[in-house]
């Protein structure tokens, strides 16, 4: 039997990805992310940030707040 925990957090970690192939932006922040995903908290989206990072997501932390990016190849990931 499937846990329904991983169902859902995989789900997120998907509409986490959506929120960047929807922008024009290839830098978003933690709010941008938040805003783009109906029903979850801010604190929400960044904790599935974090447990993203290193893997599938880079980011930094700035005097404003986290950014976030997708790396790509060339770039590899920065995690400050």
């Known amino acids: 039997m499937s846990d329904p ?4 957090k995989k789900a997120r970690q998907q509409e986490i990805l959506e929120a960047f192939q929807d922008s024009n932006e290839p830098v978003l922040t933690t709010g941008e992310i938040s805003d783009r995903i109906e029903s979850v908290t801010q604190e ?5 940030l974090r447990s993203m990072r290193g893997e599938r997501l880079s980011g930094k932390k700035t005097k404003q707040g ?3 990016w997708v790396p790509t190849q060339e770039s590899g990931s920065s995690n400050e």
């Open 5 to 8: 925990r991983e169902h859902v």
């Open 66 to 68: 986290w950014i976030w």
């Open 44 to 48: 929400t989206v960044l904790t599935y």
